[in-house]
């Protein structure tokens, strides 16, 4: 009985799974696993052609497992960043929004923004809004309906 092609499917296994902590490209990572898994099946059944039917295998079924789990993470709901974490959130109106000068500032989260309105209607200081999109720097935003589960909420806070 032969150990040394156990070995180097081993060490291979091994090999490519570090490679893939630097990489993160999910390819050497499901090659890695199917080397190590054929490594097993060379110690258990020695012979080439099991071990490399193992291999493939065991790749194979590692390239399955990365696809689901990419499918599985890209579906879930990504966190909003930067700009785009103030779609949906109330504020108020510091200065007045008027779309035909273009002025209008607004406090959202405890920030002052550039605004201008969705529907070219102004809103006066002081008033609720909500913020509907970002274009450029400034925010696009309509006035809030209030519902008396919100009228307590401090615009500051979002």
Not at 139 to 154: A, I, P, Q, R
Request: charged share 25%; proline share 3%; no cysteine.
């Amino acid at each position: 009985m032969e150990i040394l092609p156990a070995w180097l499917w081993f060490i291979a296994g091994l090999s490519l799974l570090v490679v893939e902590l630097n990489t993160a490209t999910f390819f050497f990572g499901t090659v890695g696993f199917g080397a190590l898994v054929a490594s097993l099946a060379d110690f258990l059944l020695p012979g080439e052609i099991g071990s490399f039917v193992v291999f493939v295998v065991g790749t194979g079924l590692a390239a399955y497992l990365a696809w689901k789990f990419d499918i599985y993470s890209s579906s879930q709901e990504t966190l909003r960043t930067g700009a785009d974490r103030l779609i949906d959130e109330t504020g108020t109106v510091e200065e007045e929004i008027d779309p035909s000068t273009g002025d209008g500032v607004v406090l959202v989260n405890g920030e002052k923004w550039r605004a201008e309105p969705v529907d070219d209607v102004k809103i006066g200081t002081g008033k609720r809004i909500v913020v509907e999109d970002i274009e450029g720097t400034s925010l696009v935003v309509s006035e809030f309906e209030e519902d008396s589960g919100e009228k307590n909420k401090d615009p500051e806070e979002g």
